[in-house]
């Protein structure tokens, strides 16, 4: 037999986009019928759609989908390096995702003024105002664990595991895969650029690293960023907005200037695009020292013998994960 974990893989994380789909239509319909409250809606949704489908589905694919196809050839264990990271990568790990978070803000920044041209319908503005109500510090707990702890285990686990480590003997290529199906597998326009862009690093550090160590990491500390900063927000407006107000004073009405409001404006981005580079720049530079001594031979291909299969169950994933992304701007002007 061929022993091709490309196409076992490929095929383990078409099934996956598959039964996340269904299920997270399915749980959430259940839910809404039960009038479920929000601290179980996302305990429920978390455990079906991170710990299911991205944990245990697609371990027991992969696992199913090798022992028909191989003869020998590596263990599971040898896919996935749980091992010490090598190289340094952990005393690195909190500077390099300072600046991949630094550099995601601005490219979602850079999203949302350009989805910001599309008319937002009475759904997609009710849906983004309920983002911006109180939250509560019991859902905060909880986010730590559905929202920063479970992605950062079964995300990576599926994508920079499974998925990565299938093509770490094609290292270019893998990276490129995984980024793009970390990326469509949120599937969610507001998501889709900065999630590639961070699938990348993450695929780097742990192809580096020699280790997913670093990659959980980075993608718990990122997520968890992400969660304290918003609830502080929260937090902020909801204290706010229990003050009194304060007695409005006369202020005398000034004209619009068109021309200094450019200027600010340029003065703004130019600061945002000097902040980005730099933070690239530290980036690049943090993880070029990751392993130094032991560098990943980039050119590195091997042959693919089931080729065309493969190509066909990645074309089969991207176009399941395009066409959701593509109902959100659909569903985003409704």
Request: net charge neutral; with cysteine.
């Amino acid at each position: 037999m061929t022993d091709n974990k490309k196409l076992a893989a490929n095929k383990t994380v078409l099934l996956v986009f598959i039964v996340n789909v269904a299920a997270a239509l399915i749980v959430s319909k259940v839910l809404i019928d039960l009038n479920a409250d929000a601290l179980t809606a996302n305990l429920v949704l978390s455990l079906t759609t991170q710990v299911f489908c991205l944990g245990i589905l697609p371990f027991t694919l992969f696992n199913v989908f090798r022992k028909k196809r191989a003869d020998g050839g590596e263990t599971f264990g040898e896919y996935i390096s749980f091992s010490a990271p090598a190289g340094g990568a952990m005393r690195r790990i909190v500077w390099i995702t300072i600046c991949a978070m630094t550099v995601s803000a601005f490219i979602s920044a850079l999203t949302q003024a350009a989805l910001s041209f599309l008319p937002m319908g009475e759904a997609a503005a009710e849906a983004a105002a309920a983002e911006t109500e109180a939250m509560s510090f019991e859902m905060f707990l909880l986010g730590l664990v559905t929202g920063c702890l479970f992605p950062a285990i079964f995300e990576e686990f599926t994508f920079r595991g499974i998925l990565l480590g299938a093509y770490k003997d094609s290292p270019k290529v893998g990276v490129i895969l995984s980024a793009a199906m970390f990326s469509l597998m949120h599937m969610n326009i507001d998501q889709t650029f900065y999630t590639f862009f961070i699938g990348v690093i993450l695929a780097v550090l742990t192809l580096k690293s020699r280790s997913i160590i670093p990659a959980m990491t980075f993608h718990f500390l990122n997520n968890a960023a992400s969660l304290v900063t918003a609830y502080a927000l929260s937090f902020l407006a909801s204290s706010a907005g229990d003050m009194p107000a304060a007695e409005s004073l006369p202020v005398e009405s000034v004209p619009p200037d068109p021309a200094g409001e450019m200027i600010a404006a340029v003065i703004a981005i130019g600061f945002a695009v000097a902040v980005a580079a730099l933070m690239i720049y530290g980036l690049i530079s943090g993880i070029k020292k990751i392993n130094a001594d032991n560098p990943v031979d980039w050119d590195k291909t091997s042959a693919n013998p089931e080729a065309k299969k493969t190509r066909l169950t990645v074309a089969a994933a991207v176009v399941i994960g395009v066409a959701m992304t593509a109902l959100t701007v659909v569903f985003r002007m409704l």
